[in-house]
């Protein structure tokens, strides 16, 4: 059980089944910079759909996976990106996040945060393994104080952290593995200003 302590919010993390891999290792998808971006259309935090179509090509595209809302790394990432989102658009360039809670998690977590880009809702998991990202199944829940209401945020799949950028066209720029969840936004905006 994982607690965490913060000024708007008290979490804890509670597994409930063993996870277990979506996919084999052989099986995954291994995209490299200069491939295409994979199209996909997902559910974004306010219950519509987001398709990836209707995005790529018109910015420079930030799409981060990330495990869980409201847990201690992916908040610090998710206000990271929140905080640096004001440079980040100055460079052109749309913040996507992407975990396996529903819409409704989504909302709580961006309430709690004040969290002002789009959050998809890839459930099933299948937008990670477009990008080649692990995920594992298993319920998992977490539950946090929010605005003095406890809430209980549950989730099916959990992706790993990984980053990409997709160029203006369409084309995998940049990607990272390897995220460290706090220092994440401050690395994309060096990035997206070495495309130019």
Not at 59 to 67: E, G, Q, R, S
Not at 100 to 128: C, P, R
Request: charged share 30%; with cysteine; glycine share 8%.
């Amino acid at each position: 059980m994982l607690r965490i302590n913060a000024a708007c919010c008290v979490v804890l993390l509670i597994g409930s089944a063993v996870l277990q891999p979506a996919f084999a290792d052989e099986n995954a998808v291994n995209l490299k910079v200069g491939d295409e971006a994979p199209q996909f259309s997902v559910e974004d935090d306010n219950g519509r759909p987001w398709k990836s179509g209707e995005h790529y090509g018109k910015k420079v595209v930030v799409l981060y996976f990330y495990p869980a809302d409201m847990t201690g790394g992916c908040t610090a990432q998710a206000c990271a990106y929140r905080d640096s989102l004001g440079e980040l658009e100055s460079e052109d360039v749309e913040i996507i996040g992407v975990s396996g809670d529903s819409a409704e998690n989504h909302q709580w977590f961006k309430k709690a945060h004040q969290l002002n880009f789009t959050l998809l809702a890839d459930i099933d998991g299948v937008v990670a393994e477009k990008f080649g990202v692990p995920v594992t199944r298993g319920d998992k829940s977490v539950k946090a104080i929010i605005e003095g209401t406890e809430r209980t945020l549950n989730r099916d799949v959990t992706a790993k952290r990984w980053t990409f950028v997709i160029d203006r066209d369409g084309k995998i720029a940049y990607k990272n593995d390897k995220v460290q969840a706090k220092q994440d936004a401050a690395k994309i905006l060096e990035v997206v200003k070495g495309l130019k």
